[in-house]
Each structure stands twice: as C-alpha cells, then as structure tokens.
C-alpha cells in the first residue's frame, strides 16, 4: 500500500504565507508526479501545481508567481509554498501522486494516489 501524509494547513491572514508538505510511503518504484490541487466549498476540484521527478514544474493560472512546488526525492516529499494568500486560496488542498509500482502480477504499472486533504483558511 501507498501512503501519503499531508501537513501544513491552517488559517492565515490574507498576505500572509504557508508551507504544505506531503511525504509518501510504501511501495514506491519510480514517483514520477507530486502534484497538488485545491476544492473549495461548491466548486470542483482543481490543478494547484505539479512537479516531475526531472523537477519540471506546472502552475494554474491563479497561483502562479505566489506559490512555489518542491521536492526532496530522498524524502519522496512534495513541498507547497504559498505566499501573499489571498481569500480565494481558501480550500482542502490534496497531494497526488503519479508512480510506478508492481501490480498484483507482478509487472509494472502505473498507479495513482491521494491524500486524504488538508484545510487551508486565508480570511482576517
């Protein structure tokens, strides 16, 4: 089994900052994606950022140039960095992952995961 832990969410000030992190566990061939994304109360869930295994990142839009995603191969812990949080940040944002593991047989295949979502509140 996968595993993966979030952490670093909470309620800021708008302008203000917070670091999610996520570190994945288990049986972990390759981890090719850690990506995180973003649902907040009646709207679908959302692309925040990803980040390959080469390092090559992806921004929405909305975030882009005030947040910043990261990771430690070594850790296989993804990294969040958002600042100047604005009221519309505010959401449960989940980690996602994109691997490689062996399936039932054996072989190879591709597998993703989720984490179970951390709440991120920006109001004064």
């Known amino acids: 089994q996968v595993r993966l832990v979030e952490s670093g969410g909470g309620l800021v000030q708008p302008g203000g900052s917070l670091r999610l992190s996520c570190a994945a566990s288990?049986?972990?061939?390759?981890?090719?994606?850690m990506g995180w994304y973003r649902q907040a109360p009646g709207k679908e869930r959302e692309l925040v950022a990803t980040i390959t295994i080469g390092g090559s990142t992806n921004y929405a839009d909305s975030v882009n140039g005030r947040f910043t995603i990261s990771r430690d191969n070594a850790k296989k812990t993804a990294y969040l960095q958002m600042n100047n949080l604005k009221p519309e940040d505010t959401a449960v944002y989940y980690c996602?992952?994109?691997?490689?593991?062996?399936?039932?047989?054996?072989?190879?295949?591709?597998?993703?995961?989720w984490g179970q979502g951390t709440q991120v509140t920006v109001s004064a």
């Open positions: 288990g049986k972990i061939l390759s981890l090719n994606v």
């Open positions: 996602k992952i994109d691997y490689l593991g062996h399936n039932s047989d054996y072989g190879y295949e591709d597998f993703e995961s």
